[in-house]
Every structure is written in structure tokens, then in C-alpha cells.
């Protein structure tokens, strides 16, 4: 490795309203290296690399670029140092292609010659190992691909120093590998890679170094010599017990039918079929896991269940009452949560206030006071709900996207979870959480469970599915392509029907 400093950044303090951030945390970065920010959800990993990318100006502190000291006063500023960013909600164009989304803010003739452009991107791509079809609209792309296009865009503009904001949360296992091999080619072209994660097997398997921080502190930095898995949790939560899991969570046999589907069908936006003959059932006090390779339909099926897309043919019923195309609000009011994939997008409101997200759940009965909001109740019952999923910020009443992603996701949690409803529909629901956050997660859906919640989980995190479900329905193509018991199943079992193989057995519906 390269031991000229890329980057020293010395003492850095950033404060928000009620919050330390940062607390004088030193960090490097040496050309030829990936280095790795980990810690829980609100540690401080993302505010100092948006310091670094000059989105925030810290409180205190100084940043030196190949041993030059520099003072980042806007975002441009941070790009012409060459550093690039890739946030974890990516800041893309939906209707552009993705050359253009690429060049965007690089050229200052008005005309361009758009075969030439599209020539570049593509041999950039290919160049890189990060194809993508450069005349393809955004909107017509994968996750993992749209991730390509903000990684092409840093390459493009020249960037030396890449940061990737837990990069791994939206891709499949396949694409979080393919990734991690190609930021290891960059790496050796002498560029430094940070990587913000809190995936302790990400940091044991592509980094160099890594620097723990907790509570905005800077715990440790370890060469690679020095990982442990056990170190790491302990470092980044204070405790030794992160892997343990509570067992005495009493769980009753299930009872009768929540829900039921009927040879669902439903369109996705290009007016394809997206759900086919969809058929399957969960009971009371039931985790029906829905495991399959993401785009297989898991978003349609979360969607048509709770109103936000329509059936097309077939029949959906709660607790014996057909709910088929009811509104969202009309299947609200039935009891049943949601825990969309969007977070942000379709579960927050990132302009609102931590009190007012909370009180889009129930504003109409719960928090009502005849034509009026009760906010007394409301800011008591946002207190409870806090303190109880133990979501970390300094103001309810501050704006929710000032939250960190694990804090969001928490919150989103916590409203859907804290009215106990009948069936409750969750979808990746630790996606973006740090290994004490998901335990707190599978704990809480267990506990659900117990109270005689029906759950509909789904996940790409096959460990996770069978940790927790009690039935496994594997989707392939839009279809149901077997239902396995708790007892029947595993890994290898899942994994083929994930990919095309028929189950054999019997399918329980």
C-alpha cells in the first residue's frame, strides 16, 4: 500500500441540535486503500463523510487533501478536490438516460455530442467492470445498476477519493460482491475507497483498514491483520452479548386465517405481469417468510396487499372480509401496518416532524380531538414510542431527515408495530441496520408474533427468514414456486427454488 496520505482529517467536531455528532474524530485514507467507517446506526460514519464531501461544514477540526489543508465551502468544492460520494438515496434523474445522468454538471458547451458521450460512458463502464447500458432511461434500471451509474459518475469526473454510503444495503448478495471486486480494481489504480458500512462480514472480507466509531466517537482503527468479528461488536456497541438472541419469547401454535390470497394478479408499472396466480394464506400468530432474488415480484405483493397497487384478478380477504382494491387509508383502518421497502419515499415524510410521521398512522382516531389533532397525545405517545424502540435524536420535533438511515427505519418500525395490529407487512425491515438493531428487530417481530400479529416478512436475507418465519414462500418470476414448514427447510432447499427448480414436496396454502 501506498503510504503518502490521500486524506487526513484531524479533530473533527460537528454538532446539531441536542446531538454530538462528531466528537474530534481523526481519520486517513492512503491511495491504494479501502477504508471502512464502521459502526451502529447514529454513530457519526455518514455526517463525517458528508463534512468530507462538503455538504456540512464541521464545528471544529481541519481536513487536509495529499498533505494541503483545505476548506471545503460547498459540495463543488469537495468534487474539484476529487472526492465523489455515492449517498445511500441516490441522487439521480429518473427520466435521463444514464449517460446523461453521468456527464450532468461536467460539460458547459450547450450542445453535446450525445454518440460521443454515450461512446465515453460505455468504455468508462466497460473499462471499470460496471456495465450499464448508457442510452438506458433510469427508470428502466435495476437498484444495482443505478448504483453503477453513481460510481460512473465519480469515475468520470475524475474523482480519487470515492465514498459509498452503506453501498450494500439495496444489492442482492450476487451484485454486493461483484461490487466489493470491483472498488478492490479501483483501489489498485491508486485511488482510496472509504466504504460506510455496518456489516461486520463486509469489513472482514474487502477492507483494508477500518475505523470504528461509537456515539460520534472514534473507538479504534485496525489493520486487517487485527479483525475480529467479536472485537468489532464489542467496539461498536459497548457489550459483549451482540450475538446472542433472546429466546423466551413464548410462541403459541398459529390460530385461524388473517390473510388470504386467491390467485392474485398485478400489473408492475410497464403494464407487465408482475404477480402470477399468487395463492397462500397466514394465520394468527404467524411469520409467513417470502424469500426470492430481489425484482421477483416481492414489492407487487407487498403493494397489492395494502392498497397501493391494484389486483387485477383474484381475491384478497382479512380476517374473512374481502379487502380486494380497497384503498390504502380503508385497509389502514383495518389494522393492518405497513413497512414499505421505500422508507423515505412511501413510509416517511422526510419534511415532517418525528411527531407528525408519527401521527400520520392514526390522525384520525387516535390522535383526534373532534375537528382537532390532539398534540398533547401525540407528543406523549411519540415519547413512549422512542423510548421504547430505543430511537436516538435530540429533537421530536425536529424534521425526520435529519435522522440517520437506522433511526428512520426504526421509526417506521415503531409506528407500524406499536398498535399491535392484525397482519402486519414488512418488507426488508432491517435493511440498513447495524447487527445490535437487527436483534432488536427480530425481537420485536417475535414479540409481535406472540401477541397474535400475522406477519408477512420479506427478505433477501435467507438466514433471516429462516430464523423467524414458521412458513417459507420462495417467489420466482412473480410466482409462489413452493411453500416449505419451518422444519422442512433450509438453505440449499430455498436457494433452488429461488432459481428455477419446482418444489416436489407438497404445498401448503
Known amino acids: 500500500m501506498n503510504q503518502t496520505l490521500l486524506l487526513e482529517m484531524k479533530q473533527i467536531t460537528k454538532r446539531f441540535p441536542g446531538i454530538l455528532a462528531n466528537d474530534r474524530i481523526n481519520f486517513t485514507l492512503h491511495p491504494g486503500e479501502i477504508h471502512m467507517l464502521l459502526g451502529e446506526n447514529g454513530s457519526g460514519k455518514s455526517t463525517l463523510m458528508n463534512i468530507l464531501s462538503g455538504i456540512y461544514k464541521p464545528d471544529g477540526g481541519e481536513i487536509f487533501i495529499k498533505g494541503r489543508k483545505t476548506i471545503f465551502k460547498s459540495p463543488r468544492d469537495s468534487i474539484k478536490a476529487r472526492i465523489g460520494m455515492v449517498h445511500q438515496h441516490f441522487k439521480l434523474i429518473d427520466t435521463f438516460s444514464a449517460a446523461e445522468n453521468i456527464v450532468l454538471g461536467t460539460h458547459k458547451n450547450f450542445k453535446l455530442n450525445k454518440n460521443d458521450i454515450e461512446k465515453k460512458v460505455y468504455d468508462l463502464a466497460k473499462e471499470n467492470g460496471l456495465e450499464v447500458s448508457p442510452r438506458a432511461k433510469l427508470w428502466q434500471l435495476s437498484v444495482g445498476e443505478k448504483q453503477r451509474v453513481e460510481i ?254 437506522g433511526n428512520l427505519q426504526r421509526l417506521l418500525l415503531a409506528r407500524e408495530m406499536s398498535s399491535n395490529p392484525a397482519l402486519l407487512v414488512a418488507v426488508y425491515p432491517i435493511r440498513g441496520l447495524d447487527v445490535g438493531a437487527i436483534e432488536s428487530v427480530h425481537r420485536l417481530l417475535l414479540e409481535q408474533r406472540s401477541n397474535g400479529t400475522a406477519i408477512l416478512l420479506i427478505s433477501e436475507d435467507l438466514e433471516e427468514i429462516l430464523k423467524l418465519s414458521d412458513r417459507i414462500g420462495v417467489l420466482y418470476e412473480g410466482t409462489i414456486n413452493g411453500i416449505l414448514e419451518k422444519q422442512n427447510a433450509d438453505l440449499e432447499k430455498i436457494a433452488l427454488l429461488m432459481t428455477r427448480v419446482k418444489n416436489t414436496g407438497e404445498i401448503n396454502s
Not at 474523482?159 to 479501483?186: C, H, Q
Not at 472480507?205 to 466517537?217: H, I, P, Q, Y
Not at 400489473?267 to 411469520?287: A, P, T, Y
Open 152 to 405: 460512473l459518475k465519480l469515475l468520470y469526473r475524475g474523482a480519487e477519493i470515492l465514498v459509498l454510503d452503506e453501498p450494500t444495503a439495496v444489492l442482492t448478495p450476487g451484485e454486493s460482491r461483484d461490487l466489493f471486486s470491483n472498488l478492490k480494481k479501483m483501489a489498485r489504480e491508486d485511488r482510496g475507497i472509504i466504504v460506510i458500512t455496518h456489516k461486520l462480514h463486509e469489513v472482514i472480507e474487502a477492507a483494508d483498514r477500518v475505523t470504528v466509531l461509537r456515539s460520534g466517537k472514534s473507538m479504534a482503527t485496525l489493520e486487517q491483520k487485527d479483525f475480529s468479528q467479536e472485537y468489532f461488536a464489542r467496539l461498536m456497541v459497548g457489550r459483549k452479548d451482540i450475538f446472542s438472541f433472546s429466546e423466551n419469547i413464548t410462541l403459541e401454535p398459529p390460530g385461524e386465517k388473517i390473510l388470504e390470497l386467491n390467485n392474485v394478479q398485478a400489473l408492475n408499472e410497464n403494464g407487465r405481469l408482475s404477480l402470477k396466480d399468487i395463492s397462500f394464506n397466514i394465520r394468527k400468530g404467524e411469520i409467513f417468510g417470502v424469500a426470492g432474488i430481489a425484482g421477483n415480484g416481492q414489492r407487487e405483493l407487498a403493494e397489492t396487499i395494502t392498497g397501493l397497487r391494484k389486483c387485477t384478478s383474484g381475491n384478497i380477504h382479512l380476517k374473512g372480509e374481502n379487502i380486494t382494491n380497497m384503498s390504502p387509508s380503508e385497509i389502514n383502518a383495518k389494522d393492518v401496518g405497513h413497512v414499505p421497502e421505500d422508507r423515505v419515499g412511501t413510509g416517511l415524510v422526510p419534511g415532517l416532524d418525528i411527531i407528525n410521521n408519527i401521527m400520520l398512522k392514526g390522525y384520525k382516531n387516535s390522535f383526534s380531538r373532534g375537528i382537532f389533532l390532539n398534540y398533547k397525545k401525540a407528543f406523549s405517545k411519540t415519547g413512549e414510542i422512542l423510548n421504547e424502540f430505543d430511537i436516538k435524536l435530540g429533537d421530536p420535533s425536529g424534521p425526520v431527515s435529519l435522522l440517520s438511515g
